[in-house]
C-alpha cells in the first residue's frame, strides 16, 4: 500500500456500556482507534421502509492492518458515522483492511 493514498484521518469506534448516577446502562461510542485511510466510494441506495425514503452510502475505507477491528464496530469520518458491514484482510505482501460500511441506514 502506498502511503499517498492514505490521505483520510478516520476514527473507529467501539460501543461501551457505561453506568450512570441513577444507576442506569448506556450505550457510548468511545475510540478504538485513529488512523490514516484511503476511501472508496461505491454506490447509493435508496430503500422504502415505513412509507419512508431512505438512502445508504456504501464505503470502502483501506487502512493498514491493526488487530481487533470487527463488524460490531463504526466510523467517524468528517462528522459523518458509518457501520462497519465486512472487514476483508488483505495479508501477503499488502498488509492492510478493506473495511465495507454504510452511511445512511442504521447508525448503531
Not at 481487533?68 to 501477503?92: A, C, E, N, P
Request: charge should be positive; proline fraction near 0%; charged fraction near 30%.
Amino acid at each position: 500500500m502506498r502511503a499517498a493514498k492514505l490521505r483520510n484521518f478516520i476514527t473507529i469506534e467501539q460501543v461501551t456500556e457505561t453506568r450512570t448516577s441513577t444507576g442506569a446502562f448506556t450505550r457510548v461510542w468511545t475510540t478504538f482507534a485513529q488512523v490514516w485511510a484511503e476511501k472508496m466510494e461505491n454506490k447509493g441506495d435508496e430503500f422504502f421502509s415505513a412509507d419512508a425514503q431512505h438512502s445508504k452510502t456504501v464505503v470502502n475505507f483501506v487502512i493498514r492492518k491493526i488487530a481487533g477491528v470487527t463488524t460490531k464496530m463504526r466510523i467517524s469520518y468528517q462528522g459523518r458515522v458509518y457501520d462497519i458491514k465486512d472487514i476483508t484482510d488483505h495479508t501477503g505482501r499488502r498488509r492492510e483492511l478493506e473495511i465495507t460500511c454504510v452511511e445512511g441506514a442504521n447508525l448503531g
